[in-house]
């Protein structure tokens, strides 16, 4: 079935996730919307995440998608469950693969993790990651600057530097082997974050798992595209597509040439 994915973020952020569906599905096409008019979700609260979410949900319903990705980390821990109770296309979200990508990463089950304040307060990835193995422990942080950092391009800079030790220096007391980069974003960050924590630290990227995941559901209901089905990609966003150009331009490995403005309300 060569009907295109859907996959949604907050914004510019998870073209970090759209990236990897590239590299693992290439037959697959999709249909990208960046909500840039109400980003960050992140210190929103869940009703309205979820409303928001439905509203996308509802748009890429409209545009004919077979499956929907929320390539965002604070939606899918605050709004996937209920999406996916009201929705019957198939959807899902980072944290979950998010989690088993960490469980293969530890080996001594000390793992932390790290998101937006939403992310974190909602608790989602620890509870995943008990459901995997209940004998496993949980540091978390939220580290809201890293996003605002990232879209500003200050990825190799002092006050990024600065940041990340302020955030990260606490897990130096708890003995984790593997760090969940719970935010779209944090993937940009990974040498910083790297040389900080060290190399005993594997970072863990939920993208990668994400579009593993995505796959396999793609298989497993028989809507995979055809082998040589050429992809065609199309990019909408909420507000401010020039910002979004430039982001595409630092993140994907195709040119982006063409960004719709949707009317997300309208939805
Ligand atoms: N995309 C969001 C996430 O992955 C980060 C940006 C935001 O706060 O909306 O959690």
């Known amino acids: 079935m060569n009907a295109p994915v859907g996959v949604f973020d907050s914004g510019v952020g998870g073209l970090t996730v759209a990236r990897e569906i590239m590299r693992q599905l290439p ?71 998010g989690a088993v990508a960490a469980m293969h990463a530890t080996k001594n089950k000390n793992i932390g993790i790290i998101g937006t304040n939403a992310t974190i307060k909602s608790g989602q990835y620890g509870m995943y990651l008990r459901k995997l193995d209940p004998s496993v422990t949980v540091v978390t942080k939220a580290c809201p600057l890293f996003v605002p950092l990232v879209e500003e391009g200050l990825i190799e800079d002092r006050i990024t530097e600065d940041m990340v030790s302020r955030y990260l220096g606490e897990f130096r007391q708890y003995d984790i082997d593997s760090l969940i980069l719970g935010c779209t974003h944090y993937p940009l960050l990974i040498n910083p974050i790297q040389r900080f924590m060290g190399d005993q630290v594997t970072l863990v990227n939920p993208a990668f798992e994400v579009a593993k995941s995505l796959k396999q559901l793609l298989k497993e209901q028989e809507i995979s595209a055809d082998q040589d089905h ?23 490995p195709c040119k982006v040439d063409r960004v719709q403005l949707v009317d997300i309300e309208q939805y």
């Open 230 to 252: 050429i992809a065609k990609y199309e990019y909408y966003v909420s507000d401010m597509a020039d910002q979004f150009l430039t982001f595409a331009d630092r993140v994907l």
């Open 27 to 97: 037959e697959e096409s999709m249909i990208y919307f960046g909500d840039t008019a109400r980003v960050p979700y992140g210190t929103k609260s869940k009703e309205t995440i979820l409303r928001y979410s439905r509203q996308i949900v509802n748009f890429l319903l409209s545009k004919g998608v077979k499956a929907i990705v929320i390539a965002c980390n604070t939606a899918s821990a605050l709004a996937l469950a209920e999406l996916q109770k009201d929705y019957i296309i198939p959807i899902i979200g980072m944290v979950q693969p």
